[in-house]
């Protein structure tokens, strides 16, 4: 087990796929798939409120998988990096399998 990161760094781990764990957050992640969106976008694709979209992507933001840009008073998100995308299409294979 010399391999095995430290302990404070699984924690962060495991913390990172329980985002995962909401279907919400992961509609909203794809949703930011191929473009960056506003909060009004995101919410009038998924056909919910703006408060709760905002609140998951406050989540996300937090755990590193979603940043923002401001275009004056705009704020559009986008994927952090390709690593998140990667992860759910790696999760959706192994589901699909």
Do not use: C, W
């Amino acid at each position: 087990m010399n391999n095995m990161p430290k302990l404070e760094i699984l924690f962060e781990l495991a913390d990172v796929f329980k985002v995962f764990g909401d279907s919400t957050r992961l509609r909203i992640l794809y949703t930011l798939f191929d473009d960056e969106r506003s909060v009004g976008e995101i919410a009038e694709t998924l056909s919910m409120e703006q408060s709760t979209i905002s609140h998951q992507l406050r989540v996300l933001r937090t755990n590193k998988l979603v940043k923002l840009r401001r275009d004056g008073k705009q704020i559009y998100y986008s994927l952090d990096d390709d690593h998140v995308k990667k992860i759910i299409e790696m999760g959706l294979d192994h589901v699909l399998e």
